[in-house]
T-cell receptor, first 113, second 112 residues
Framework: KAGVTQTPRYLIKTRGQQVTLSCSPISGHRSVSWYQQTPGQGLQFLFE???????NKGNFPGRFSGRQFSNSRSEMNVSTLELGDSALYLCASSLGDAGNTIYFGEGSWLTVV | GQQVMQIPQYQHVQEGEDFTTYCNSSTTLSNIQWYKQRPGGHPVFLIQLVKSGEVKKQKRLTFQFGEAKKNSSLHITATQTTDVGTYFCAGPENQAGTALIFGKGTTLSVSS
């Protein structure tokens, strides 16, 4: 069974630009959640999508957005990039019920210069 | 808001020594999950504890969930160099969905 796939793995963007990251969950998983990982703040929850609807949202500004497609694939977008957005962005998939295990992808390393 | 705290932040041990990391939540948890992240890697699920006072073992790893379901620990017996990495505990952010609140993690280094 294929794991969670994230693309691109590495990218460099300039301040003010926007970026879109993609995530393909494990087959059969309907929930996709996104996390930001930085050395200072650790792993922070961004949002969760289930059946194409945002079900939970973390404490991030509106520049961070996401969506989920009918095939459960998900994208997240960050607009007007700031230097502080440099981080590892991790996607995680699960079956979707509370208490289900979440499985992380390898992440997308974003550097903002 | 809900917080999950872990101590210590860093731990260095000699190969063969034991290691323990502790996790404390500001609220009662319905379950607690543990993840391991190797340097340069992504978090990998280790285990989930659900019951009060639950103890689970995976080879040299022993996981415990406190009676009040607000704290947990991970103990590694006779560490090996393959145990190197950061260990995170995480609890549900709310009743619905799968969102997790993660502790800052304990980074373990092992010298041979």
């Amino acid at each position: 069974k294929a794991g969670v796939t994230q693309t691109p793995r590495y990218l460099i963007k300039t301040r003010g630009q926007q970026v879109t990251l993609s995530c393909s969950p494990i087959s059969g998983h309907r929930s996709v959640s996104w996390y930001q990982q930085t050395p200072g703040q650790g792993l922070q929850f961004l949002f969760e999508y289930f059946s194409e609807t945002q079900r939970n949202k973390g404490n991030f500004p509106g520049r961070f957005s996401g969506r989920q497609f009918s095939n459960s694939r998900s994208e997240m977008n960050v607009s007007t990039l700031e230097l502080g957005d440099s981080a590892l962005y991790l996607c995680a998939s699960s079956l979707g019920d509370a208490g289900n295990t979440i499985y992380f992808g390898e992440g997308s390393w974003l550097t903002v210069v | 808001g809900q917080q999950v705290m872990q101590i210590p932040q860093y731990q260095h041990v000699q190969e063969g020594e034991d290691f323990t990391t502790y996790c404390n939540s500001s609220t009662t948890l319905s379950n607690i999950q543990w993840y391991k992240q190797r340097p340069g890697g992504h978090p990998v699920f280790l285990i989930q504890l659900v019951k009060s006072g639950e103890v689970k073992k995976q080879k040299r790893l022993t996981f415990q969930f406190g009676e009040a379901k607000k704290n947990s620990s991970l103990h590694i017996t006779a560490t090996q160099t393959t145990d190197v990495g950061t260990y995170f505990c995480a609890g549900p952010e709310n009743q619905a969905g799968t969102a997790l609140i993660f502790g800052k993690g304990t980074t373990l280094s092992v010298s041979s």
